[in-house]
């Protein structure tokens, strides 16, 4: 098939989240400047750079965990894997801003070590990141859509040591959880190589 996607729908849901699939999930922990505590899963995430690695997730909305991020400028990416399958998954409930997720899915806080939002002590691997600038996006004829994206720099990198063979990371042997459309998961449990040509 093909449809104009301009138009109305002509399938009951969105066909374009289940396509660009799988996509990796940021399990985002911030603090407002009042001190609250978020941690919310974005699949509009993913890694734009290297050395310096930049980060980037972005929120339909003002979501607290954009919101927290904008006003205090720091963040972690927690690494979501099979065995936090469904704390990740309630930590996406529609709680009122101020109330602590972490606490709600049944978590525990471990202190970051570069910057203010606690990291989840039960994932395997964390990112600790420093906002480097906001935007928000728009539509073809420039009009703001009210989805706004952070970008940060990963400046602390915390790896469970049991997943790094040789000092690469054991990308199986994590159990990645990634997003895929609709109701859909995926985990990476099985991972092939590939040599570079020239
Ligand atoms: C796996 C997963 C991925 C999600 N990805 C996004 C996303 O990329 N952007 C977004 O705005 N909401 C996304 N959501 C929904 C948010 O997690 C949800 O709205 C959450 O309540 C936002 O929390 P916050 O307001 O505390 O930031 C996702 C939910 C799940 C379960």
Redesign the pocket.
Known sequence: MFYDARGPLPLPHDPVKALVAPRP?GWISAVSARGEI?L??????NVLASRPAIVM????GR???FSFVAETGEFVCNIVTQDLAQQM?MT???LPRGRN?FVHAGLTMEPSRLVKPPRVKEAAAALECRLVGTTELTDLDGRPIDRHVAFGQVIGVHIEDRFLKNGLVDTAALRLVA?CGYADYAVVDEVFQLARPG
């Open positions: 999930i978020n919310a899963p974005y699949s509009f995430f997730f972005s929120s339909e979501k607290d965990s998954n996406s409930a529609p997720e997003r």
